[in-house]
């Protein structure tokens, strides 16, 4: 089948690379040369992209999210009902909404496909493909997703792929902002950073434990009882902070975390595992995160 791709920067030019190694490849940049390069085929127009696509995929791999709306503008009238649009590029999940909106205006569907690798692992077939969309969508989208990498994760209706994604990186540079914190700690209390690597990394620690127990085995469960109560987690909060001051370390994430701790105590909650943190966020926001109480499955590995 002929698959078309438009946008060829760095991460389209890779994209290219694995969907060209599968399929006739039509594709379009505004840098001419890009595309013959990248996919040794003449270059096209979005609007040829949409009428010269015998396979009804287009993906997209674009800069901007107002650019990605302006191409489906131009794409979506053009294509047959039933066609697919495949979004790579990275947008928010109320972008997401507003392609869909254009979309279904034309009887064409939107897949996005969130990208969470970099161009190297895309290049070598070992990114992982973060997906969200509407069941026959996904479907008629696969082989084209797997053209891509076979890493794929599903998750459920249309912008939860990309919702999955700006997590994934709101938690990467958050945490890296808490590592840098205790490095400096570290490098202030003769603690070396090989010896602060190696206990992070324990299945006990810091890093590790709050995910795969505090979160998944409690936050999850709507489970608080026994373990580290937060009135506990908020003394050992408040000596972090005391060291700081004394070793002349400046905390930002830390110092923030703990105010935190301070609401759920006040709110009642300093018997309670520290986990039940999570319970001021339901409130605050009227969702619980208890799936035991959602159904909420969460997504699928394939």
Not at 77 to 90: A, D
Not at 114 to 119: C, E, K, M, Y
Not at 179 to 206: C, K
Request: charged share 20%; aromatic share 2%; glycine share 10%.
């Amino acid at each position: 089948m002929t698959i078309s791709l438009c946008g060829l920067g760095n991460m389209g030019g890779a994209i290219a690379g694995r969907l060209a190694a599968h399929d006739t490849l039509l594709a379009y940049d505004v840098d001419a040369e890009r595309v013959t390069r990248a996919a040794e085929t003449p270059n096209v127009t979005p609007a040829e992209l949409a009428g010269l696509s015998s396979s009804d995929i287009v993906v997209l791999s674009l800069p901007t999210p107002k650019i990605s709306l302006e191409v489906i503008g131009t794409l979506a009238p053009k294509m047959r009902p039933g066609s697919v649009i495949v979004e790579t590029s990275t947008v928010n999940p109320a972008d997401v909404h507003e392609q869909v909106r254009r979309c279904d205006e034309h009887g064409v569907g939107l897949v996005d496909a969130a990208i969470l690798s970099g161009v190297a692992q895309m290049a070598n077939g070992r990114a992982t493909l973060l997906v969200g969309g509407r069941e026959p969508d996904v479907r008629k989208a696969e082989p084209v997703l797997r053209a891509m990498s076979e890493r794929i994760m599903r998750f459920g209706e249309p912008g939860s792929g990309m919702a999955a994604k700006v997590i994934n990186n709101a938690v990467a540079h958050a945490v890296m902002v808490v590592l840098v914190e205790a490095g400096a700690l570290a490098a202030a209390t003769g603690v070396s950073g090989g010896e602060l690597v190696e206990l992070l990394t324990g299945p006990d620690a810091g890093l590790t434990r709050p995910l795969t127990h505090r979160f998944a085995e409690r936050i999850l469960r709507g489970d608080y009882e026994g373990g580290m109560p937060t009135e506990a987690a908020r003394k050992d909060s408040t000596l972090a902070l005391a060291m700081a001051q004394q070793t002349g370390v400046p905390l930002f994430a830390v110092q923030s975390a703990h105010t935190v701790y301070e609401l759920g105590v006040a709110q009642g909650l300093g018997r309670l595992d520290y986990a039940a943190i999570a319970t001021l966020w339901e409130q605050w926001t009227g969702r619980p995160m208890n799936e035991t109480k959602t159904g909420n499955r969460g997504m699928t590995r394939e």
